[in-house]
């Protein structure tokens, strides 16, 4: 069990192993329990409204797995980045975050601090903590960056420290350097280091390392570029923002790694790189394709302002995942600068003609 956990809690930003890979891994329906704000005519806030009102418990997300739910820490925290990068629901945001401090939520995501303390989750809180504006030295009773620290390796890899095995990536190593950039001591440059020697041939960045065969993945490159971008490393960073141009696909999003279809995952993460590189022209053409997935008024209102994860239609089962990713390249704020500073405290909903809802409405009670 330790270690489904870890595979359902324990990926960062870019979980599309749950979104693809294990579709009965769901959020759990529940009553909306956000509250609802004025309407509003742009996407992300849209796409954060939705988010919000699908907090189970108005605090947190579930996943489902063989039929238990289970906490999941990371999409929860995928909402809080979401919500401070549409500058709205802050209430939800900010339930969601005392949420995660919780004793049993932090030590289940994080690990008990000795035998079990995991990286990329270590590294996720503390940007969410980071971008919320708390302590991260006292968060839950952890000192975050302290912890985190103390998974660096001799070579500057972040790496698990845990009896089921070591599950670091490149996700978790470029949001540690990402997180500590935002700390006073600043990332440390072993790290950075050893993420950018880890580009490929090609420019792009895989999310394993040490493997044969260099692979670049588009989500872990989006990540990479930003982290690299934030720590002085322009060179590289630009590098792998011209290879995630070079595999944008005619729609204007972009795949999983040996996919060939866009996905909206996929596209709010290289979105995000793009706009963040200064990669303008790209830049809105994944934005472009994010609106295309967005559930616009002539959806039923349930799902107005949810982002679907691909072209086959709106699937309750990965959309509160997918619409938390799409929100970040809807936005298109750097994970360097997100912060939630400013945002509204409620949740909006998408505006809409009075004459599409009515008809709506009207059809659904026939």
Known sequence: MP??????????????????????ATAASAA????????????????????????????????????TAYPDQGLTIDAVLAFAAS????????????????????????????????AGATAKLLLAVE???????????VDLPTRLRSLQ?????????????????????????????????????????????????????????????????????ALAVQALAATGRAAKANTGLGWLTAHQNGDGGFAAAGAT???ANTTGLATQALFSGGRLAAGFKGWSRLVKFQQDCSADPAVRGAVAYDASGFNAGNGARAT?????????????TL????????APTLACPATVTDTTTATATR
């Open 3 to 24: 270690a489904l956990r870890r595979t359902l809690g324990l990926l960062a930003i870019p979980a599309l192993a749950l979104a693809a890979a294990l579709p009965a």
């Open 32 to 67: 909306p329990a956000a509250p609802t704000s004025s309407a509003t005519f742009r996407p992300d806030a849209a796409a954060g409204g939705w988010l919000a009102r699908q907090l189970v418990g108005g605090d947190h997300f579930e996943s489902v797995f063989n039929g």
């Open 87 to 118: 500058r709205s629901s802050d209430d939800a945001a900010a339930k969601a975050t005392a949420w995660l401090a919780k004793p049993e939520i932090i030590s289940g995501y994080l690990g008990d601090g000795t035998t079990e303390a995991y």
């Open 131 to 141: 971008v919320r504006g708390g302590d991260p030295t006292a968060f839950g009773g």
């Open 153 to 221: 390796t001799a070579g500057g890899r972040f790496s698990d420290r845990s009896q089921w095995g070591d599950y670091s990536n490149a996700f978790g190593q470029s949001l540690a350097l990402i997180a500590l950039h935002r700390t006073p001591g600043d990332a440390p440059a072993a790290a950075v280091d050893f993420l950018a020697n880890s580009q490929c041939a090609d420019g792009g960045f895989p999310v394993s390392f040490g493997q044969a065969a260099c692979t670049s993945d588009p989500d872990a490159t």
């Open 261 to 263: 279809a866009s996905n």
């Open 324 to 336: 938390a990713q799409a929100v970040l390249g809807l936005a298109g704020t750097p994970l360097a």
């Open 339 to 346: 912060s939630a500073a400013g945002a509204r405290p409620g």
